[in-house]
């Protein structure tokens, strides 16, 4: 059997990754820091082996080097936004994020793609988000630095895949985590997780480095390519960005 090592994956789109993944006959590791719902995930999937971890630690992300190593499929997924604009945001918590969506992306990345191409097979999704294409705090910096990162990976290593998910607004946990109110985003702009999951596996299949689902998402990011820097700012800075 293969296995996948999801991370984040008790909630949200990790969460829909061990789902689909576990229907399509993976054994999966599922990394994430609340080991009671980390144990119920593995209950209902079965196959499971879990790794108690916080990415933003040392320790965290050596445990997740090691899962990675043994992983035929790494979904780099765990991450979070802040409760605030910058300068609001305390710098011990900026820090962190880079730590969670950029170093321990890098280093599970890293440990991951060797074993894979000596096994000869294997592949790693790194979870990033629209929010990459358009300047938006540290948090869209990091996802900038996620498809940059792969896009280099997957050019450079060549033989193991290597793809940047970059999923819009989708129904998690997340936004609530961050007290980001967001009643008043139009409906067309929230995807569903087990969709996203359903594009993202369908575009690593076809070898894709970037996938971006839903036709929405598709065009804002063809348009955005088009704006001046300083407008997408203005405009990105405002959408989802009310906190409670
Ligand atoms: N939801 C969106 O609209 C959206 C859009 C674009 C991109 N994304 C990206 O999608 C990914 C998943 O987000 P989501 O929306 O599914 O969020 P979510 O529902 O809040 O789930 C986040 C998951 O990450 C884990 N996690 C958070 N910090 C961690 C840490 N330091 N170490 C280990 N695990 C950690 C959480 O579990 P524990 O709390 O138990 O650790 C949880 O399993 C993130 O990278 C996010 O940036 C989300």
Redesign the pocket.
């Known amino acids: 059997m293969p296995t996948a090592l999801i ?8 969460a829909a990754f061990a789902r689909r993944l576990s229907a399509d006959g993976f054994d999966l590791i599922l ?4 080991a009671e ?1 980390l144990a119920r995930a593995a209950d209902e999937h079965g196959r499971s082996e879990v790794v108690v ?4 630690t040392e320790e ?1 992300i050596a445990a997740g080097e090691d899962a990675a190593r043994r992983a035929d499929l790494v979904i780099n ?5 802040h409760t605030g604009r910058f300068l609001d945001v305390p710098l011990e918590d900026e820090l962190t994020m880079l730590r ?2 950029c170093e321990a992306v890098l280093r599970l990345t890293r440990a991951a793609l060797p074993a894979m191409r000596e096994r000869g097979r294997g592949g790693v999704i790194n ?5 990459a294409f358009f300047p938006r705090g540290t948090y869209g910096a990091s ?1 900038a630095w996620v498809v940059s990162f792969s896009q280099a990976a997957a050019q450079d290593f060549t033989g193991v895949p290597v793809m940047a998910l970059c ?4 129904h ?4 609530e ?1 961050a007290r980001i109110d967001m009643s008043r985003l139009p409906s067309i702009l929230w995807l569903d ?1 087990d969709d996203v999951v359903a594009a993202a596996l369908r575009d690593f299949r076809r070898g894709q480095t970037v996938s971006v689902p839903g036709l929405q998402y598709k065009a804002l990011v063809g348009a955005g390519r088009f704006i001046p820097r300083n407008l997408a700012a203005r405009f990105s800075g405002r959408t989802g960005r009310k906190h409670q």
């Open positions: 991370t984040g994956a008790t909630a949200g789109i990790g990394l994430a820091r609340d719902r971890a916080d990415l933003a965290g997924n765990a991450g979070f936004g969670v969506h979870v990033a988000s629209v929010g996802k999923p819009g607004f989708v998690t946990e997340f936004h985590r997780a």
